[in-house]
C-alpha cells in the first residue's frame, strides 16, 4: 500500500473532494483520482461516494480515514527522526492576515524558508477567517482576541492598538470621552464587531455603527486618515500617522485590554515538528516586541 494513496485519501476526505485535495498537495485532479482508484482496487472496497458536489465518505471509508490518518502521521514523524539534527522537509501550509502579514511575519517565514531548504513553504495572506482544517492548514498566525474554537493556540507575543481619528475629524465632530459616546460617532469597522475598552479592572464592550468598513487594516487607516471616523487600529499601522499628526490618539482613559498575537491549528495530541519549529522562531522574533498590534473582535 502507498503511503502517497494513503496522504491522498486522507486529503480528499478531509477536503470533501477531489479538486480542493488537489490544490492542497500541489498536483493534478487526474493524479489524485488515479491514486484514489488504485487504493480502492487494493482495499476491494469503495471509500469514498464522488459526484459533482464532492465526494463524501462512505461507511468503510469514514473507519477507514481515522488509520490512514495515523499511519500518515507516524510516517512524517519517521521521517522527521532520521533527518540530520535539525533539518525539517514536506510542505507547510501557513493562513497570515494580511494588513501587517507580509512586513511582519513574511521575513521570519522567509528565514525559515532559509534554514530549512528541503521544507516547501505555502502562505495565504488574507483578513478572511481561515477554516485551517476545510482549507487543509497546518497552521495560522492570528492577532487580537481569539475566538473560541477547538483550535490549539501558542501565544507568541503581545500586541497593542489603540482608537484614533484625524484632527480634522475632531475638529468637526469632537471626540468621544468615554466607551458609551462612541456610539454617537461614525466607526471605521471590519465587519459587525464589539470594541473593548479597560475601566479599571474593568472591561467595557461597546458596539459601533458606521457606514465605512473594510476587511483590512490599511484602508481603515486610510479612512481614518481622510476624515471618515473613529477607529481601532492596531499601532503597526499607524505609528507613523500618528508620529506626523496625521492622527491623533483619543480617549486613552480607557485602553484596550491586553492582547496576543498567536499561532493557532488543528486539534491533535502533538503538533508537527515544522510547526513547533515556526512558533518558537516567531516567538524569537517577536516576544518581546513593541511592533505588533491589536485588531478588533470580530464576529465574522
Known sequence: MDIEELQTFVEVADAGGVSPAALRLGVSKSIV??????LETELGVQLLARSTRGAALTEAGATFRDYAARVCAEIDIAKETILPAGALRGRLRV??????????????L???????????????????FVDLITEGYDCAIRVGYLQDSNLIARRIGPIHGKLLASPGYIKAHGAP????EIVAHQALMQSTEAWQFMDGDKIITVRPQGRFKADNGIALVAAATAGLGVAYL????????????ALVPIMTRYPPPPAGAYVVRPPGQHPARKIRVLTELLIEYFGESPHLAVLPRSEA
Do not use: K, N, W
Open 110 to 128: 522567509a528565514e525559515m524558508a532559509r534554514r530549512h531548504p528541503q521544507l516547501q513553504i505555502q502562505t495565504c495572506y488574507s483578513d478572511r
Open 33 to 38: 483520482s488515479r491514486r484514489l482508484v488504485r
Open 95 to 108: 493562513a497570515v492576515p494580511l494588513s501587517f502579514g507580509p512586513t511582519h511575519f513574511a521575513p521570519v
Open 177 to 180: 470621552e468615554t466607551p458609551e
Open 234 to 245: 492596531p499601532d503597526c499601522l499607524t505609528h507613523e500617522h500618528v508620529t506626523s499628526g
